[in-house]
């Protein structure tokens, strides 16, 4: 005999923040590491250092804001708070990953994974890092169509 299939009870609001907390900064952790190699490997050798950071900053953007919209969508009813929480902890989830990776697996000297942070030096990172943080506030206001 089949017995019906029975539903999973919703996920306690706080839970679904943190699930889509891990969601959004690791998978734009994954996004950031696939469109450096690209850059390293293609954009910058065809357009040159400063054209191809732009144009990989501007795919990222873009990918930053698509990521916001469905780890978004992964909280059934966000308040204000939840989305800071999301922008703020999917960006320190980012920069946990960016740092193990760089100053672990790559072993970039700390002054050069640093100067990664340098808007005097042209480094557009902590600007993607700001936009990442207030992306699910953005989005929600367009989502919800609230001004």
Same mark, same amino acid.
Not at 56 to 81: H, N, V
Not at 105 to 130: A, C, I, M, R, T
């Given at each position: 005999?089949?017995?019906?299939?029975?539903?999973?009870?919703?996920?306690?609001? *706080?839970?679904?923040?943190?699930?889509?907390?891990?969601?959004?900064?690791?998978?734009?952790?994954?996004?950031?590491?696939?469109?450096?190699?690209?850059?390293?490997?293609?954009?910058?050798?065809?357009?040159?250092?400063?054209?191809?950071?732009?144009?990989?900053?501007?795919?990222?953007?873009?990918?930053? =804001? &698509?990521?916001?919209?469905?780890?978004?969508?992964?909280?059934?009813?966000?308040?204000?708070?939840?989305?800071?929480?999301?922008?703020?902890?999917?960006?320190?989830? *980012?920069? &946990?990953?960016?740092?193990?990776?760089?100053?672990?697996?790559?072993? *970039?000297?700390?002054?050069?994974?640093?100067?990664? =942070?340098?808007?005097?030096?042209?480094?557009?990172?902590?600007?993607?890092? *700001?936009?990442?943080?207030? &992306?699910?506030?953005?989005? &929600?206001?367009?989502?919800?169509?609230?001004?």
């Amino acid at each position: 005999m089949n017995e019906p299939a029975q539903e999973t009870p919703p996920l306690d609001p *706080l839970l679904q923040v943190w699930r889509a907390i891990l969601i959004y900064g690791t998978l734009a952790f994954a996004a950031g590491f696939v469109f450096g190699v690209v850059r390293e490997l293609l954009l910058i050798p065809w357009l040159g250092r400063g054209a191809g950071k732009s144009l990989e900053f501007t795919i990222m953007l873009a990918i930053t =804001f &698509a990521l916001a919209r469905y780890a978004t969508r992964r909280i059934a009813q966000p308040t204000r708070g939840h989305l800071i929480a999301l922008g703020i902890g999917g960006m320190v989830i *980012l920069l &946990a990953l960016e740092a193990m990776f760089a100053l672990y697996v790559v072993q *970039l000297p700390l002054e050069k994974y640093l100067d990664s =942070f340098n808007v005097l030096k042209g480094e557009l990172f902590p600007w993607g890092l *700001l936009a990442m943080a207030i &992306a699910p506030l953005l989005v &929600a206001r367009v989502m919800t169509g609230r001004p």
